[in-house]
C-alpha cells in the first residue's frame, strides 16, 4: 500500500470536519474562500488558479500538499451542489381526487372513529368518495400517534416502553399493535425509498457487529458513505472472515449508481476478496483503493462506520434478539438512521439532505409515508 495514503486520508478527514463546522468555509465567490483554521484563531485564502486549488497554509505552499483547508472548500461545494439540487419529498396535501385526478373536489361530511375525525371529500368529476387520511386507512389509530410511536421505538425503547408512553398520552394500544406498525410502514418506506437514488461520495465504509436472532448469534454487514454518513446496504451472514460479501458490494453499488474510489474496512479476508472480484477485477481503467490497515488511534481507522453500529446495538440490547434475519426491525432503522434522525456530525442534518434528498414537513415519517401510499393509490387505480 502507498506509505502516504493514510495521511492523505487524515487530510480529507479533517477537511470534512472544518466544512460540516458551521461557518468555518466562507465563500467570496466562485473563486475565491475564507477557510477557519482548524487549531487557532486564523483563516487561511483558498483560491482557484491556473494550477486548482492553493492556499496561502504552510502545508499547501511550502510542501505543495493539497491540504485540508482545500479539502474543506471542495466538500463544502460539493455539499451546496446537493443542497441545490436536492429531491424534494413534500407533504402530500388535498388538491385532487386520488382515483382520476380532477380538482373539482368538496367537502362531504365527517367521518368519525374512536381516536379522529376524519374529513372525507367528493370528486364532483367522478363522484369518488375518499379520506385523505392518505396511508392510515382503517386504522384505529391517527397518524400522529402511529408515527410518534415509531420514531420512539427506533430510538431505543422496547414495545411495552412505547405502550406505556402512548398511555400516559391517553392513547390505549398494545404492545403488538406497534409491532405491526412497524411491520407495516416500514416495508411501505423501504418499498418508496429505494426507488429514490442518493447522492454519495467516493469513499465508502464497511464493517460488522454481532447481532442475535433467536437467541444466536450472526453478523451483521453494514456498508455507508464516509462523507453523507449514509447507510447504504447491508446483509446478515453466520462468519467473519469467510462469508462471501458480494451481494452486499453489488446490492450497495445498484443503489447508489456507482462504485466507491476508496474503500475502508478493517483487516477480514472477506472485505478484500469482495473488493477484488466486483470492484478490482471488472473495472481495470478506475479500480476501487482499499484501505484495510485500520487503528482505533491511528490517522485512518473506522470510527464513522463503529459510531453507526453504535445505534443498531443500542436498539439490539433492548430487544435482546430479532427473531428473524429479515425482520423489518433493521430496514427499520436504517430509514431512521438516513431520513429521519438529524446527525451532530453532519451540522444537524440528516445524511438523507448531506445526500441531496429533502424530506419537508415537521413529522419526516408522515411525509414518507403519505408519498409512498400515494404512490400505491396511483398503482392501484392505474392497475
Not at 387520511?133 to 412505547?162: C, D, K, W
Not at 478506475?286 to 490517522?299: E, K, P, S, Y
Request: hydrophobic share 35%; with cysteine.
Amino acid at each position: 500500500m502507498n506509505p502516504m495514503k493514510p495521511m492523505l486520508d487524515a487530510r480529507e478527514q479533517r477537511g470534512q470536519s472544518i466544512a460540516l463546522n458551521f461557518g468555518w468555509v466562507q465563500r467570496v465567490d466562485d473563486n475565491f474562500y475564507k477557510v477557519h483554521s482548524q487549531s487557532r484563531e486564523a483563516e487561511y485564502d483558498v483560491q482557484s488558479g491556473e494550477f486548482g486549488w492553493m492556499c496561502s497554509c504552510p502545508d499547501s505552499r511550502y510542501r505543495n500538499q493539497k491540504c485540508k483547508h482545500i479539502w474543506a472548500v471542495e466538500i463544502s461545494w460539493t455539499l451546496r451542489k446537493r443542497v441545490e439540487e436536492s429531491v424534494i419529498i413534500q407533504p402530500v396535501s388535498v388538491s385532487n381526487c386520488p382515483k382520476c385526478g380532477s380538482e373539482s373536489i368538496k367537502k362531504h361530511g365527517v367521518r368519525h372513529n374512536k381516536h379522529a375525525a376524519l374529513q372525507r371529500w367528493e370528486c364532483k368529476a367522478c363522484g369518488y368518495w375518499f379520506t385523505m387520511n392518505l396511508g392510515f386507512e382503517g386504522m384505529h389509530a391517527t397518524p400522529e400517534i402511529i408515527t410518534s410511536a415509531m420514531q420512539i421505538y427506533f430510538t431505543g425503547v422496547s414495545f411495552r416502553g412505547v405502550r406505556d408512553f402512548l398511555k400516559l398520552r391517553g392513547a390505549e394500544f398494545s404492545q403488538q399493535s406497534v409491532w405491526n406498525w412497524v411491520n407495516k410502514y416500514t416495508r411501505l418506506m423501504e418499498n418508496y425509498l429505494e426507488q429514490i437514488r442518493p447522492q454519495l461520495g467516493d469513499t465508502w465504509r464497511t464493517d460488522e457487529m454481532y447481532v442475535k436472532f433467536r437467541g444466536n448469534k450472526r453478523l451483521l454487514f453494514g456498508m455507508m458513505d464516509d462523507q453523507t454518513r449514509f447507510r447504504i446496504a447491508e446483509m446478515v451472514s453466520e462468519h467473519k472472515g469467510t462469508s462471501d460479501v458480494r451481494p452486499m458490494f453489488r446490492e450497495a453499488e445498484a443503489r447508489a449508481g456507482k462504485r466507491p474510489k476508496v474503500l475502508i474496512s478493517d483487516g477480514a479476508s472477506n472485505f478484500a476478496n469482495a473488493n477484488q472480484r466486483e470492484w478490482w477485477s471488472r473495472f481495470r481503467d478506475q479500480r476501487t483503493v482499499h484501505i484495510a490497515d485500520i487503528r482505533l488511534g491511528g490517522q485512518v481507522h473506522n470510527n464513522k462506520m463503529e459510531r453507526q453500529n453504535g445505534e443498531w446495538r443500542d436498539r439490539e440490547k433492548v430487544m435482546r434478539s430479532l427473531k428473524r434475519e429479515d425482520s423489518p426491525v433493521l430496514g427499520g432503522m436504517t430509514i431512521f438512521h438516513n431520513y429521519v434522525r438529524p446527525h451532530m456530525g453532519l451540522n444537524g442534518m440528516t445524511p438523507a439532505e448531506a445526500a441531496g434528498i429533502r424530506i419537508e414537513g415537521e413529522n419526516r415519517c408522515l411525509t414518507i409515508i403519505q408519498n409512498a401510499a400515494n404512490v400505491e393509490e396511483s398503482r392501484k387505480f392505474a392497475d
